[in-house]
């Protein structure tokens, strides 16, 4: 059964430490996505990514945020240093190639909840 | 730039009458339009989605939902309503192209027993 998977599923920090968040896109998905969800702003466009290249992360702080893609099986999405307003669930998803271009659907990653005090 | 409309951040129904979750969306050319169901503490799951030919698309869990061009809108509906259906649904808008999805607000269904 594919699917994304994203780590850590909780994680509760400091004010400004660092902060990792990982995600493994479905096998062979060439476009990977990071969403950021909180009740006020509901789900943001951070960043994304097709065949590893960065595409777009005019959603991001850039001076705290950076995601990358090291390799076709990882993205991830840094926050250093860490705020309290960075408090929220952080969603990954992939999607897959479309010889349609864009009517395949995103799959999404089960998130990572971030809680900074 | 494309955007996405939920009128309603609440809709409360009654288990075993229809519901509908409303959606208009903003495009510069042919929309792609999605529908997405949200459990606590889970990501989001995929519902159904319109991309071309049929107005009225079926999709997972008995939902279906009618793309109204002249309208702008994607509703989504089911004709009888579980209280396992009580989610948060998102109606979500690219404009062809493999662009990013923008998603609206969210819904929060809740059916009652």
């Known amino acids: 059964d594919a699917r994304v998977t994203q780590t850590p599923r909780h994680k509760v920090t400091e004010m400004g430490q660092e902060v990792t968040m990982r995600c493994q896109p479905i096998l062979g998905h060439n476009t990977v996505f990071w969403y950021r969800q909180t009740m006020m702003q509901g789900l943001e466009l951070l960043a994304y990514f097709r065949n590893r290249a960065p595409l777009d992360d005019s959603g991001m702080p850039k001076d705290r945020f950076s995601a990358e893609m090291p390799d076709a099986t990882l993205a991830t999405l840094k926050i250093q240093p860490s705020e309290p307003r960075d408090s929220a669930v952080y969603f990954c998803?992939?999607?897959?190639?479309?010889?349609?271009?864009?009517?395949?659907?995103?799959?999404f990653g089960e998130g990572s909840r971030l809680t900074v005090l | 730039a494309q955007s996405v409309a939920q009128p309603e951040d609440q809709v409360n129904v009654a288990e075993g009458n229809p519901l509908t979750v409303k959606c208009t969306y903003s495009v510069s050319g042919n929309p792609y339009l999605f529908w997405y169901v949200q459990y606590p503490n889970r990501g989001l799951q995929f519902l159904l989605k319109?991309?071309?030919?049929?107005?009225l698309v079926k999709g997972s869990y008995g939902f279906e939902a009618e793309f109204n061009k002249s309208q702008t809108s994607f509703h989504l509906k089911k004709p009888s309503a579980l209280v396992s259906d009580s989610a948060l649904y998102f109606c979500a808008v690219r404009d062809g192209g493999n662009t990013p999805l923008v998603f609206g607000k969210g819904t929060r269904l809740s059916v009652i027993a």
């Open positions: 998803a992939s999607g897959p190639r479309s010889g349609t271009g864009g009517a395949g659907e995103l799959f």
């Open positions: 319109y991309i071309t030919g049929d107005n």
